[in-house]
């Protein structure tokens, strides 16, 4: 597996964990502009999964609580995140 599948494996693990946490789900889905109906087909495109993991890492505490309980490292979405397109990135905010 090269690093793109695994970070697209990760963004899809995250995308499941999201999907069970239900206010935050909400919140994802509100701020991606994605709905239900379109999400298996949307999971596909690695843009999105980047988007994804955009998202979890927005706030800390979800990161860690992904980490927890999903049993990867805290910096293991940022370093998936990276290998997505756009994830290159400088980000200086």
């Known amino acids: 597996m090269n690093r793109q599948e695994a970070a ?10 999201l999907a069970a ?6 919140t994802f ?6 709905g239900v ?3 298996a087909q ?3 495109d690695p843009d999105f999964l980047g ?5 979890l890492l927005a706030e800390d505490d ?5 980490s927890r309980d999903t ?6 979405p940022a370093r998936a995140r990276a290998d997505l397109p756009g994830g290159a990135q400088q980000h200086w905010t």
């Open 8 to 17: 697209e494996t990760l963004a899809l693990e995250a995308l499941g964990w």
């Open 42 to 44: 949307r999971a596909r």
């Open 29 to 34: 889905l509100a701020a991606s502009g994605a």
């Open 51 to 55: 988007s994804v993991l955009d998202f």
């Open 21 to 26: 946490q239900d206010d935050l789900f909400t």
């Open 71 to 76: 049993g990867h490292p805290p910096t293991a």
């Open 37 to 39: 109906a379109d999400l």
């Open 62 to 66: 979800w990161i860690l609580a992904f």
